[in-house]
């Protein structure tokens, strides 16, 4: 479910790929559609936002784990999150964001995943952008599957 202050709420479709090689970034990707009625121009199925990079997760201190989440969007605006692993909960609550002169004007975003009943990955995003404040973007809960 997506939605900002001034947007109508909508439902979206998504698939994200995490690609793991041993070493300790995991490689990211995710695609997203309208999943609604009919909308702006907008079909279900029409493509959405997508996202890429890496998840490198290290030693913390206290024997916890910190993630570096490092992202790059295609409307010009590349982000670097600094957050913590918690047992199956990630919250990346520190975020470097910046963009061109082109690019919307978001000037910080939190995000929160974690793995929920029956192995299923959920997630809230809030940003804060063209001058609101850090509200509710988008949410979703993802379900697994392998190749
Ligand atoms: C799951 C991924 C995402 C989906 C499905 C999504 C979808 C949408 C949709 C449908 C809109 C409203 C229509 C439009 O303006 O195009 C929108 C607006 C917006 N999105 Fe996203 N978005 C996603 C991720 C992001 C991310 C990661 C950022 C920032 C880094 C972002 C920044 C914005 C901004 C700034 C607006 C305009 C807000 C306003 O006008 O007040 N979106 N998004």
């Known amino acids: ?30 695609h997203t559609w309208w999943a609604d009625e009919p909308r702006d121009g907008r079909e279900p199925g029409s493509p959405l936002a997508t996202e890429t990079g890496f998840w490198r997760v290290q030693p913390g201190e206290d024997g ?38 082109t690019a919307r004007d978001v000037t910080r975003s939190v995000r929160l995943y974690g793995i929920v009943e029956g192995g299923d990955l959920a997630y809230a995003i809030d940003m804060e952008a063209e001058g609101k404040p850090l509200q509710s973007h988008l949410s979703a809960r993802l379900h697994r599957v392998t190749d």
Do not use: C, K, W
């Open 64 to 101: 916890g784990s910190v993630v570096e989440v490092t992202l790059a969007h295609p409307f010009g605006i590349a982000e670097i999150y600094v957050g913590t692993v918690t047992g199956t909960r990630v919250d990346l609550d520190h975020n470097v964001l910046i963009r061109t002169a």
């Open 1 to 30: 479910m997506g939605g900002y202050e001034d947007i109508e709420g909508f439902h979206y479709g998504q698939e994200i790929t995490f690609a793991a090689d041993g070493r300790p970034a995991l490689g990211y990707v995710s």
